[in-house]
């Protein structure tokens, strides 16, 4: 598929993550101080919110979809709408536009404005999925016989995650306290994480219900879109507590994604297939086609002030498991999936060392730190950092990319009591 | 703390679970096919919906606070309001009040209404927080030596489950599908779970939001009140999926509610200590005071069209950590908590086989069945089998109870993916 041409120029130049092939779904606080809708096209924000009010493109026989400025209402309204509203604000920001300046007064620069969660989290799962993620884990954690769980192979694993601590790109997340016991002290202490990191993946928004198992093909019709996701890991605090029922407060600080949900429509082009399975999955498992994305990923750190450094590259591709299998797992046991759940892939670490989507990978539990670009090493994140995912998928002249995922670390609160 | 009298006969008897120094919270289906708020009082139901519409008792400066029939919106309005509230109620309720007459149109009788979800559930935790099953428990899954995993005198160990799939009493459970592994095989194949178990809990619910950590006085503050919770679990399921990041499907399926909320001031009288620890708490999950509730606890099992039996008797005082310590716990990195989180205590297990809150406990790993007195023998639940939870705190010549947690338990479909 080639560039879509846009009337919006900067929609059209070959390194913008917004041509009019994406299209991304996103909020944002409109001049008066409200949250609107908007998607993504260029440089600027396509403000949907007063498109509706409006009534320049509006969800046929709907109304008030978009009023709350979440997208949460327009998905729960399925697959037929999400494919006509695509369409139709295709055609309104296409080349061949009539009236391209009846919409220049709906246009927004992104430069400068504040973004916010573009949907409300029913509630968040995280997986395991990759498999070189999994492998170099669980050799540090069990040791390399034991690297793999046995059940690895046979299900995509995975974990509730906290719902309440999702956060749009660009929050600052505090360093958090929490029970810390090092290897040769006989008890914990309560004090700030020291081995705080990011975890990169990408998360699957659940755009329709379930309620009793469904199969991988139902399960990948269910998929709204995708986002960027970091699930900001307190490594010092998961390896005391996650014995026997797994990460809890660990992964309860925050978990930022992107700010622009790419709709599922504007990646079908960079479907790519899961790699061979190394042990047959039960049939309800199988994919009935390729059902992972070519998106190249990287990771950015840049320490308070200073440049940054781009610390790992990889590939969505990398997964072992597909967020539609990962789903249609979730479903087995007949739990209910709601629309805004949303599904974190789990790490996407490619076999490299310079491929991995953890700190706790890169420097190997912080035994080899790495050095930037400005002299400073890391073994883990320090206070002031910040850390940014970017993701694309590359078409021919164009990419259809998620915008930045963003966070700062802020140092610790002295005492997390006071009030 | 006598009996408080009220001029709803049926409230006085000592066997009811609402006399009027209970007032539980609970929702239920009007004769109009409505959800309504409604308190019970002896075996009827006063319509607060209804109430409020009619401005016969509203919160003051607040509308339609139990319009929508869901508790959520009152737990909003903070611990005053809900002392002020139930004072009125019980003033309306109370031998004393002038006009009973007019509130009988307001009365609605248990007896065949359906009840409904008292409020919506924000995020299920549960927890794993008594003594004697985490140690039975540990002992079957671990061995003698690992059966307390080292963590767990130092914190309440928890999970994030499903908020999705919390019912109220009465609903029926569909005996789950999933990956099971027996010991002897290589590898697992898709069926319908053997080992369908129960877990007699009590859940707290949030009822005032958190941003940063809150200490273990704040946290009692912010919970509203008390259910009966039966986190159904398929062990089999669990025993194949739960390494290394906890249970996940296994604990999908539904996790039942009783249909009445008792308000955290019902049971202060009933307050008593923690038992005494055995390794020092760290400072910030220190109680200032007794955080668990003498409350007698049972489990009934009945095979379908029979009667049934008492498997289990136990009592709430029997866990080593508070929900408000769990919700400390549960803060500790900063975690945002919100109205509606439901905390599932963990099973609560006494000492003695008799006393233990789960199959799997009480036959040892289905080693050593029950009989019933209808006769029959189980070692986990069977298709028809009907499990109900009940729960007191016994004063003076009455009880402050929680209605019954029931649920049947239907045979798992031939074919879950058939539509």
Redesign the interface.
Known sequence: MPLNISWVESANTPDTDFPLNNLPYGAFVSDAGEPHCGVAIGDMILDVTALEADGVLAVPEEEEVFFFGDWSEFMTLGPEIWTGFRDALTELLSEAYADPQGLTGYMVPQVGTQMLMPFTV??FTDF?ASKNHASNV?TM??GPENAL?P?WL??P?????????VVVSGTDV?R????L?SPDAE????APCKRFDIELEMGAIVGQPSE????VAEADDMIFGYVLLNDWS?RD?QA???????????K???TTISPWIVPKAALEEFRVDTPNRE?PL???LTEPGPMLYDIALEVGMAPEGKSETVIARTNYREMYYSSAQQLA??S???????VG?LLGSGTISGPEKDQRGALLEITWGGKEPITLDTGETRSFIEDGDTLTLRGAAIGDGYRVGFGACVGTVLPA?DD??KR
Request: proline content about 12%.
């Open positions: 029913s509630e395991y669980g954690f069990r769980p059940n046979s299900m694993i995975g974990y509730n995650g906290r719902a309440s601590s505090r958090p306290w929490g029970q016991k008890l914990p202490v309560f009793g198992p469904v199969t307190a605090i005391w507590e996650y014995q026997p029922l797994g990460p809890f407060q660990s309860a600080t925050a042990r039960l049939e309800h797992h979730h087995t046991s007949g739990c209910p999936m709601r759940d609160l997390p009591y």
